[in-house]
Nanobody, 130 residues
Framework: LSSAAGVWGGLVQPGGSLRLSCAVS????????IGWFRQVPGKVREGISC????????YYADSVKGRFTISRDNAKNTVYLQMNSLKPEDTAVYYC???????????????????????WGKGTQVTVSS
């Protein structure tokens, strides 16, 4: 399993939008959960969103709910995180990840955690500043 994250520009003004992408290789992403995490230096890694496989449930942390949206493009084997109404406190390194144990579990994201993830993409710096 392998994955990677990309971003269309890492610097955005408060109130702006940005989309992160996680291109997956080595497995069919639609069969597995994909999670998005972020981390600020000196703080714990925060799970902010999760998409369960096979059109299953989704999860959003309270800090991003209503502003961020996770989505999939199965033809491209890619998962996206659309970030709207960005705030300075959204500044962090963002990671996508998956768990081999999430295979075909439509309810996986009801209980996802950092410790369950087995494969990680490279971090992407997102800076929200005017």
């Amino acid at each position: 399993l392998s994955s990677a994250a990309g971003v269309w520009g890492g610097l955005v003004q408060p109130g702006g939008s940005l989309r992160l992408s996680c291109a997956v290789s080595g497995f069919t992403a639609d069969y597995y959960a994909i999670g998005w995490f972020r981390q600020v230096p000196g703080k714990v890694r925060e799970g902010i969103s999760c998409s369960s496989p096979s059109d299953g449930n989704t999860y959003y942390a309270d800090s991003v709910k209503g502003r961020f949206t996770i989505s999939r493009d199965n033809a491209k084997n890619t998962v996206y995180l659309q970030m709207n109404s960005l705030k300075p406190e959204d500044t962090a390194v963002y990671y996508c990840a998956t768990d081999v144990g999430s295979y075909y579990r439509a309810d996986y994201c009801s209980g996802f955690t950092y410790y369950r993830m087995t494969h990680w993409g490279k971090g992407t710096q997102v800076t929200v500043s005017s």
